[in-house]
Nanobody, 115 residues
Framework: QVQLVESGGGLVQAGGSLRLSCAASRSIFSFNGLGWHRQAPGKQREWVATIYSGGRTNSVDSVKGRFTISRDNAKNTVYLQMNSLKPQDTAVYYC?????????WGQGTQVTVSS
């Protein structure tokens, strides 16, 4: 009954920008944290960024200064603004929410960065 739906993925050239969206089926105030993970072919899923209920954010070192996570409470949506994209950023990006001690996941959206 808790649904997270990602959108905004696509093909972009190196150095370009893309914004991902994650729409939640309930108020995002309910979540302890909302964020993003990514998984490249042949690799394990890795954490990318999180925004917590109080507004604090954090991200993996490899994207700091390039990616920004934010939210729109009225739209129940979390965003990931990705700038200065690199081929190494190519992956399926998944929205993740922590609610009541449980993890919820979206279906994923493909991001491909060409060189």
């Amino acid at each position: 009954q808790v649904q997270l739906v990602e959108s905004g993925g696509g093909l972009v050239q190196a150095g370009g920008s893309l914004r991902l969206s994650c729409a939640a089926s309930r108020s995002i105030f309910s979540f302890n944290g909302l964020g993003w993970h990514r998984q490249a072919p042949g690799k394990q899923r890795e954490w990318v960024a999180t925004i917590y209920s109080g507004g604090r954010t954090n991200s993996v070192d490899s994207v700091k200064g390039r990616f920004t996570i934010s939210r729109d409470n009225a739209k129940n949506t979390v965003y990931l603004q990705m700038n200065s994209l690199k081929p190494q950023d190519t992956a399926v990006y998944y929205c993740n929410g922590i609610l009541g001690g449980n993890d919820y996941w979206g279906q994923g959206t493909q991001v491909t960065v060409s060189s």
